[in-house]
């Protein structure tokens, strides 16, 4: 079946088609073949993300995408480096640049990248977060909590203080946790926030993904693809920010020799008919997930139309024509 839809949104991409936005090499040209690549999977626009890293690497990397004028570069998102410094909520975020929130650190960064940090992710229980969240909001930046062992009550108090999204909730913390509370539990129930999710098997398993749309609502549902520079590539070995990470056959990506997941090599049409399989609901509910609702968010708009096939019956979305 023939469907138009409206230019896919990714507010999370940390890489893709053999290119890494936090490696010291990114060139303007080999960020533009990759913003093509993406383009080819449905995505118009998107956040270049960041993760944890040094001053130094952070900066080098924001300067090369800040001064793109790829109309797909809708901002940058910074996850990290203000994350939790403890295994399991840090992830594959590495442990010597987790850094402490503070005005003149994010500011520094937000000068090297240009002014074009849009979103931020961060553990609001670090010391000095919630000044900081207060501070992001009123700047019209927006705040989502993630890698982060944060209680209900300092959830509460970093949604009071502006924090809007949950960033790819469900992952980010420790295999093991008690059964509740737990902070899974306490960023679904937190109504204010919206939350994102990575739809690849991998991150989460179906009935997960199902079980989080339907208590979050589709509304406040946002498919992210946290791809890496593994995404639309052979299997074999990858990094992010220095990070050394393994694509296997089956499309996880891992930290080598470990089952500890490191970005994701899925892609946004991909994500969709994941989406659509494992929560049964119909691709016009899904869709938005990956486009109107992340470029609302940002308070901004999709970037042209998609023609695609979509086949129902093995919800798989083959992306035809784009129009820009």
Request: with cysteine.
């Amino acid at each position: 079946m023939k469907v138009t839809l409206p230019g896919l949104f990714d507010l999370q991409v940390n890489g893709f088609g053999g290119v890494d936005f936090n490696a010291p090499d990114l060139s303007a040209d080999r960020l533009e073949d990759a913003l093509e690549r993406m383009r080819r999977t449905g995505v118009t626009r998107c956040l270049p993300t960041l993760i944890t890293s040094s001053f130094d690497r952070f900066a080098a990397s924001a300067r090369v995408l800040s001064h793109s004028s790829h109309p797909a570069v809708a901002g940058l998102h910074m996850e990290g480096p203000y994350v939790s410094p403890d295994d399991g909520y840090r992830g594959a975020h590495p442990f010597a640049d987790v850094a402490t929130p503070t005005l003149d650190d994010f500011r520094r960064r937000q000068d090297a990248a240009a002014g074009r940090i849009v979103l931020v992710t961060l553990a609001p229980e670090l010391p000095g977060a919630l000044r900081l969240i207060e501070y992001l909001a009123a700047e019209g930046i927006r705040v989502a909590l993630g890698h982060t062992g944060a209680t209900a009550p300092q959830i509460a108090d970093a949604i009071a203080a502006g924090a809007t999204l949950a960033t790819h909730l469900g992952n980010g913390c420790p295999q093991l946790l008690p059964r509740h509370p737990n902070v899974i539990w306490d960023l679904l129930a937190a109504d204010a926030l919206a939350a994102s999710v990575i739809a690849d098997g991998h991150h989460l398993p179906p009935a997960t993904v199902k079980s989080l749309i339907r208590a979050k609502g589709a509304r406040r549902t946002i498919l992210v693809t946290d791809a890496i520079a593994a995404a639309a590539s052979p299997p074999g070995r990858y990094s992010v920010a220095g990070v050394e990470c393994d694509l296997d056959d089956d499309g996880r990506v891992s930290l080598p020799g470990t089952p500890y997941l490191a970005g994701s090599s899925l892609t946004m049409d991909r994500a969709i008919g994941n989406a659509v399989r494992f929560t049964g609901l119909p691709l016009d509910d899904v869709v938005p997930m990956a486009s109107t609702i992340p470029a609302a968010y940002l308070g901004t708009t999709t970037a042209g139309t998609i023609t695609a096939d979509w086949d129902a019956a093995a919800c798989v979305l083959r992306i035809c024509e784009i129009t820009l």
